[in-house]
Nanobody
């Protein structure tokens, strides 16, 4: 069974950068979309960015120009490069995998804290 494991979260000052990684425990074949979502305290989980197996990307308006999602299909890993971080970006970030015919998978989450 495929599992998702995130890493790369931590504490960063406003204006700083972090790169999140999400590794899958097995090979992903066929149609699929991997994405990053986040949930801040007291708020609902929201989509940050998604990427298809072919590399097509979608971003939430509030991260366009600051965050970049990418994937390495050979390593079964998706990345989220986060630049110009703001305190409002503070949240637990979750990796997500969607495939036709399968239930959506979620990672355990990694905490990103943006604070001076």
């Amino acid at each position: 069974q495929v599992q998702l494991v995130e890493s790369g979260g931590g504490l960063v000052h406003p204006g700083g950068s972090l790169r999140l990684s999400c590794a899958t425990s097995g090979s992903i074949s066929g149609l699929n979309v991997m994405g990053w979502y986040r949930q801040a305290p007291g708020k609902e989980r929201e989509m940050v960015a998604r990427i298809t197996g072919g590399g097509r990307t979608t971003y939430a308006d509030y991260v366009k120009g600051r965050f970049t999602i990418s994937r390495d299909n050979g390593k079964n890993t998706v990345y989220l490069q986060m630049n110009s971080l703001k305190p409002d970006d503070t949240a637990v970030y979750y990796c997500n995998l969607v495939r036709p015919g399968y239930a959506a998978l979620w990672g355990q989450g990694t905490l990103v804290t943006v604070s001076s």
